[in-house]
């Protein structure tokens, strides 16, 4: 058994590459101190340079506002820094930086070199450490600002050194950081050398250029903007819509008060603001700047600081849930006109068919039989026009119709006055599954049952949340054979049943009967909505599933509600559900996140024909 140790004291060079190990993974992280440093500085200009992914040079340059002669060597020195002295002041940290424990780690493992010199000082001075205490400062040619090096890093640990990996994987995390720092501070200006060739280049910019020259312009394009504030909390950024979703968190860039963070209690915010509308296993895109005051935020939480933690955590998560749910609420008219800014429409599109609005009556299916296809399925509930005024109603929700399309014995030409629509203005139908429509921009290409599903799914939402679900009664009662279990249950939970429009009660040990259903899910099959339901039922209990699970079973129910594929549609049927979609929130996204359209731009299509060559 070994024996006993007496307890000693650690000599100083130990306890540095200790606090190294917690502080300087791996040449990134490194360089995000540096950085740092230079940003407090108040820099206007940084300028990186790495040799080897940052093991073998690590340099950054900037014009802050330097180190005095005499402050040199403590720049060097563990736990001396200029940005905290009191408790108060570590309460409520204004800097990036602040312990003042990484220069003198990064020198317990790595050969540093300090060179700065303040405005006021007639020359420069330098300071070198190499894996042990710092030497004495000289002079140095500097024209202003700091020019920190760090060489060879975990020269002195080899054991270290052998868990850094490729020289393409360390420059990737070193151009990561680069790009985070790039992305909170638009006003400053980022150059980054690697292996004497210029990889990345930031000319200070606004913060919407600076986010295109990071995440590229495909982003900027997908995104709608967020600017939000309430009380001491304010937030700003872009928001990616669900159809830019990623494979992973690649592109989730969140800054609380300038600092990039990786915070548990955001991610959860973030993550359930895109819950109703992104797919299980995509990933959100963002770029987002939160502020609030310093007291109100701890960063003094993990080593790396990427960890914070807030005062008022619950009110922090509540804003910021609810701030991107309404960024990304907007109908498809509002998602257009934040991401496309489409121009005014010039010429009016030519219509597919001849004669007025009285020869094609709504109507589902193809032939003259077939019942109409109610888009405005939830203005009849509340007492707008009805069926037995489908001209009158289809006037309201297509009134474009009088501007655009000629009525018999009207002049080909169309009306002077015309409505430049965000969807445009339907043309056909493809294959039964897509709608295909003209606007000021090209062509929209619709996914009739994705799009309509979303209306549904919000209609369910907005009426359950106002507690006046309208039911349908259903001419037959329809019978369902279930599980006794599940009979017993719904037994016990008819009231509650009813309040999400269902009149479902039990007739036998194993039957129930339908009597009345949701009046938005009319045009659904009974049987197998009910199915799904006893389905639901049986997996989370009636309670959970309209409380917990709510908008998983709304979203279910809207499914069956929407207008199916194969199903023909008239060109009023189509534009229906186009001005519907204008006027629902998130209607550019399904149920599940996918699109349920897109935009093809006449320049687009002329490329693809060669045109202007």
């Known amino acids: 058994m070994r024996q006993s ?60 506002a330097g180190i005095t002669l005499d402050e040199l060597p403590l720049a060097l020195a563990r736990h001396a820094t200029s940005k905290i002295a009191t408790l108060d002041d570590l309460e409520s940290v204004a800097s990036l930086g602040f312990r003042g424990e990484a220069l003198a780690s990064m020198a317990s493992v790595a050969r540093v070199s300090v060179t700065s010199r303040t405005p006021a000082a007639s020359h420069a001075g330098q300071i070198d450490a190499e894996g042990s205490a710092p030497g004495a400062v000289r002079p140095a040619a500097l024209t202003a600002g700091t020019l920190l090096t760090v060489a060879d890093l975990f020269f002195n640990t080899p054991a270290r050194r052998k868990f850094l990996k490729s020289e393409a994987t360390e420059y990737a995390h070193c151009a990561e950081i680069v790009r985070r720092m790039a992305l909170s501070r638009p006003d400053v200006a980022f150059t980054l050398t690697h292996n004497a060739r210029i990889q990345l280049r930031f ?65 959860h915010a973030l993550r359930e603001a895109y819950r109703d509308v992104l797919h299980h296993d995509r990933h959100p895109a963002y770029a987002l700047f939160f502020q609030l005051p310093p007291e109100g935020v701890d960063v003094n939480v993990h080593p790396a600081k990427t960890e914070v933690r807030f005062r008022d955590g619950r009110g922090v998560h509540q804003f910021l849930f609810h701030a991107i749910e309404r960024a990304l609420s907007g109908s498809a008219a509002e998602s257009r006109e934040a991401v496309h800014q489409a121009p005014q429409i010039e010429s009016p599109p030519t219509p597919l068919y001849q004669g007025g609005l009285q020869h094609y009556p709504l109507v589902k299916g193809g032939g003259e039989q077939s019942e109409p296809v109610d888009f405005g399925a939830a203005r009849h509930a509340w007492g707008a026009p009805t069926q037995s005024s489908i001209p009158l109603q289809a006037r309201e929700s297509l009134a474009f119709y009088d501007a655009f399309y000629r009525t018999p014995g009207a002049d080909n030409e169309p009306a002077e006055e015309q409505h430049d629509y965000p969807l445009g203005y339907a043309l056909g139908q493809l294959h039964g599954i897509y709608v295909l429509a003209q606007n000021s921009k090209g062509l929209v290409v619709v996914d009739m049952h994705a799009a309509h599903e979303r209306v549904v799914y919000e209609k369910l939402k907005a009426a359950l949340d106002s507690r006046s679900i309208p039911t349908q009664t259903l001419l037959i009662p329809v019978t369902v054979t279930a599980d006794e279990r599940d009979v017993a249950a719904i037994g016990d939970q008819a009231d509650v049943l009813a309040g999400i429009g269902f009149d479902i009660h039990p007739i036998a040990a194993n039957t129930v009967a339908v009597r009345a259903v949701p009046a938005l899910l009319k045009d659904a099959d009974p049987l197998a909505l009910t199915r799904d339901l006893l389905r639901e039922i049986r997996e989370y209990g009636v309670t959970r599933l309209v409380t917990e699970r709510r908008n998983e079973l709304l979203s279910t129910l809207a499914c069956h509600g929407a207008v199916r594929a194969n199903r023909r549609l008239s060109i009023p049927e189509m534009n229906a559900l186009l001005r519907e979609m204008e006027a629902t929130e998130r209607s550019g996204q399904c149920n599940h996140g996918r699109p349920t359209w897109f935009q093809l731009g006449m320049n687009d299509l002329d490329k693809w024909f060669r045109r202007g060559e």
Do not use: W
């Open 203 to 267: 000319p200070a910019h606004g913060l919407d250029d600076r986010i295109a020259a990071v995440l590229g312009e495909d982003f900027v394009a997908a995104a709608v903007a967020v600017a939000e504030q309430a009380g001491p909390f304010k937030l700003a950024g872009l928001a990616a819509l669900p159809a830019y979703s990623r494979s992973g968190r690649d592109a989730q860039y969140v800054f609380v008060n300038g600092r990039f963070v990786r915070d548990k209690l955001i991610a």
């Open 5 to 64: 140790q007496p307890i000693q004291l650690l000599p100083d060079i130990l306890i540095s590459q200790i606090a190294a190990g917690e502080v300087v993974e791996r040449p990134a992280s490194a360089l995000k101190e540096l950085i740092e440093n230079s940003l407090d500085a108040g820099a206007t200009r940084i300028d990186i340079k790495l040799e080897q992914g940052g093991v073998k040079l690590l340099s950054v340059q900037d014009d802050g």
